[in-house]
Every structure is written in structure tokens, then in C-alpha cells.
């Protein structure tokens, strides 16, 4: 089945940097999109970036937009999200998900992403 293990959280200052990685298994993962989102305490989940199967097309959240970077190595089934000037508004769980399809697909609430791992948090201090 379907498994997605996030790592790389941390806790940073502002404006510091972190690496989050995803591996995935149990399906082709150079068909699929990927998505990451987060979830703030008391928050629900947000949707932050997301990439096509082939990395043709990237979409971010505006909040990130210039200082979030997603990524991902087909062959090495691993998605990445580089975090960079983090915020204390960063701080979140973050999780990663597979899109149903080669591209991601926005819906009113975010993608049709499924978040399957245990996330990573990530925290921000000031």
C-alpha cells in the first residue's frame, strides 16, 4: 500500500533554513503529483506546494512563494520542500501526499491530495 515517511523538521530560528524529504513506496511514484501541506495547532490542514509527475508544472501557496522550494527525485522516490527565511508562521506539521494523477488538481479546499505519513514538524521560534 501506499506509505509516505516525511523527515527533516526541526526547530529554527527566523529566517533560518530547513530540508524537508518524503520517501514514498508502495506505488509508481514518477507517475503521480506530489503535494505538502501543513497543519498549525488548531488549524486545519493547508495546502503549501505541489509538482507534477514530471516536475513540468509547480504550484505554491502565495505565503511561500520565493522562499519555499519543492522538488523530487523520481529515481530515488523522494519529494523534497526546501524551506528557506523561515516564519514563526511556518510552524506546522507538515505532511506529504500523492495527487490521484500526473498533475495536481486544485479543488476549493486545497488538491485532491491524500496525506498518508505521520508528518514532520517543523518549528519556528522568534
Known amino acids: 500500500q501506499v506509505q509516505l515517511v516525511e523527515s527533516g523538521g526541526g526547530l529554527v530560528q527566523v529566517g533560518g533554513s530547513l530540508r524537508l524529504s518524503c520517501a514514498a513506496s508502495g506505488f509508481t511514484f514518477s507517475n503521480y503529483a506530489m503535494s505538502w501541506a501543513r497543519q498549525a495547532p488548531g488549524q486545519g490542514l493547508e495546502w503549501v506546494a505541489g509538482i507534477y509527475s514530471d516536475s513540468s508544472d509547480i504550484y505554491y501557496r502565495d505565503s511561500v512563494k520565493g522562499r519555499f522550494t519543492i522538488s523530487r527525485d523520481n529515481a530515488k522516490n523522494t519529494l523534497f520542500l526546501q524551506m528557506n527565511n523561515l516564519k514563526p508562521e511556518d510552524t506546522a506539521l507538515y505532511f506529504c501526499?500523492?495527487?490521484?494523477?500526473?498533475?495536481?488538481?486544485?479543488?476549493?479546499?486545497?488538491?485532491?491530495?491524500?496525506?498518508r505519513g505521520q508528518g514532520t514538524q517543523v518549528t519556528v521560534s522568534s
Open positions: 501526499g500523492k495527487e490521484p494523477t500526473h498533475r495536481v488538481i486544485f479543488v476549493s479546499e486545497g488538491t485532491r491530495a491524500e496525506y
